[in-house]
């Protein structure tokens, strides 16, 4: 027995220097960046395998048992702070378990709403004061060169949510990273386009899931008036719809629409010219692009507000027409 000893001694040593050895190749051998940078949350009250798991499908290649054990040993399992962080190449397993459960950040957000112009992206950003203002000065087209975009038209482009970030943090980082996951959500809806879509590509896709969006009182009609819009599309017929020539008038625009406005000819006017605007007049969300993709199977060709949130769809121009006298005219 006293001879085993040593041994086993030894043996526990050697597991204990091979294992300790390993741990520390692994803590300072780079993770695999899917694309840099890469851009992640951690969900408030997550858990140290949850946000392991929130970062590899956010893009960053590693054994989740491994940054797991890691974890632990260094720091222990409740040291997880919640918040929106931006990795790049060449980052190690020591350096991301530093920056997450340090709180490698000043948290502070911005809200980008549905339904939002360009114009008013830039103006949320403009006055936060957490914010380093970089793009000022730059026009919207400087902007897009900025971000590497293949457009220098910015409007639709930015995917409307809530974007996390650290003290300081650059409003043109925060613009890139909206840009981004603008571009996935839209390549991902288009990838579960409905087959027998009028849409030639994912840039009409956009820009009619932004009308889709200015034109949606009700969530549950979302995908009605996307049917309303592709079934115009289908059958030549104008697409008359008041936000599209809103957004022609810009600034001139005093919140009511006349009929002048609707018989003056511009690029944006959808009564006066055929099929989609030039570009996207708003940002849409996740659930306007899945509708403009996806609409409802409906013989409903036009639609009208009853004043109440929602809207009444009809298929032919005289029960429209009866729609209108019913829940515009009456109102009046």
Known sequence: MRKTLPKLIALAVSVVLALGGWLAWFALTPVEIAASPVDFSIRRGSGLRASTRQMIEAGIGMPAWQFNLLTRLASGETSIKAGSYQVRAGLTPWQLMKKITQGDFAQSEVVLIEGWTFRQVRAALDVHAAIRHDSTGLSDADIMRRLGADTLTPEGFFFPDTYLFGKGESDLAILARAHRAMQKRLQSAWQQRDSDTPLAN???????????????????????????????????????????????????????????????????????????????IAMPGQASLLAALNPAKTDALYFVARGDGTSQFSGSLVEHNRAVAKYQRAGR
């Open 202 to 280: 994912p840039y009409e896709a956009l820009i009619l899931a932004s009308i889709v969006e200015k034109e949606t009182g009700q969530a549950s009609e979302r995908k009605l008036i996307a049917g309303v819009f592709v079934n115009r599309l289908r059958a030549g017929m104008l697409l008359q719809t008041d936000p599209t020539v809103i957004y022609g008038l810009g600034q001139k625009f005093d919140g009511n629409l006349r009929k002048h406005d609707l018989m003056r000819d511009h690029p944006f006017n959808t009564y006066t010219r055929p099929g989609l605007p030039p570009h996207p």
